[in-house]
């Protein structure tokens, strides 16, 4: 079993959370496509909202990702100039 992408593993709840905000807006559109022009400018807000709401959330999520990787990257090469200059 393969290791599965730190940076897809920290983005999934949000991920989630915007394919359940697109499941919303599509409900939210209504059975009836004679209504569709009246209810869209309603659910477009109420997606766009749930999508900005994600935004903070998956930063910060995605910057330990980058600091974790940054930090792991430096001390392999500090382990690799330990080696070749023998200090």
């Known amino acids: 079993m393969s290791t599965p992408n730190p ?3 920290a983005a999934a709840p949000s991920i ?6 697109l499941s919303t807006f599509i ?7 004679t ?3 009246v209810t ?3 659910a477009l807000q109420v997606l766009l909202g749930d999508i900005e709401l994600q935004l903070p959330a ?4 995605e910057f330990g990702v ?5 930090q792991s ?3 392999g090469w500090q382990a690799s100039l330990k080696t070749a200059t023998g200090t």
């Not at 409900?27 to 496509?33: C, E, F, I």
Request: hydrophobic fraction near 55%; proline fraction near 9%.
């Open 7 to 9: 940076i897809l593993v």
């Open 16 to 21: 989630q959370a915007v394919l359940t905000a």
């Open 27 to 33: 409900t939210n559109l209504g059975p009836d496509p």
């Open 35 to 37: 209504k569709v022009a």
């Open 40 to 42: 869209f400018p309603g």
């Open 58 to 61: 998956l930063a910060n999520s």
């Open 66 to 70: 980058v600091q974790t990787a940054a």
């Open 73 to 75: 990257k430096i001390a």
